[in-house]
């Protein structure tokens, strides 16, 4: 890889891990709240769906995509009618997501190929 394609995944790693961060600490306060909005959300996952696109990690771009989505549908349409047993469901596929995606992050770092 050349220097500038190091220098372009070194920001990549950093940016996205940084974002990974702040959306960790999004979605522990909603889930605290049991509510919470999505626009933070959504702006992280769609950064980080572009970037991973644009590097071509596929498996990272799909995973960001299905998140994004979700809280596509959620800004829409709000969670009140979500009742409290399906927005732990929903909290868990949250963070089953981010670990998923932390594990895929964690493959690029060590250069290991993508699920």
Do not use: C, W
């Amino acid at each position: 890889m050349d220097n500038s394609m190091d220098n372009l995944l070194d920001t990549y790693l950093f940016e996205t891990n940084s974002l990974l961060e702040q959306l960790d600490e999004l979605l522990i306060n909603a889930e605290k709240d049991r509510d919470f909005t999505s626009d933070e959300v959504f702006r992280i996952m769609h950064t980080i769906k572009g970037s991973s696109a644009m590097l071509e990690f596929d498996s990272l771009m799909t995973i960001a995509h299905h998140i994004e989505d979700l809280f596509f549908y959620i800004r829409e349409h709000g969670m009140e009618g979500i009742d409290s047993s399906s927005k732990t469901d929903l909290f868990n596929l949250m963070f089953k997501s981010t670990d998923q995606l932390r594990e895929e992050i964690q493959k690029v770092e060590n250069n290991e190929p993508l699920s």
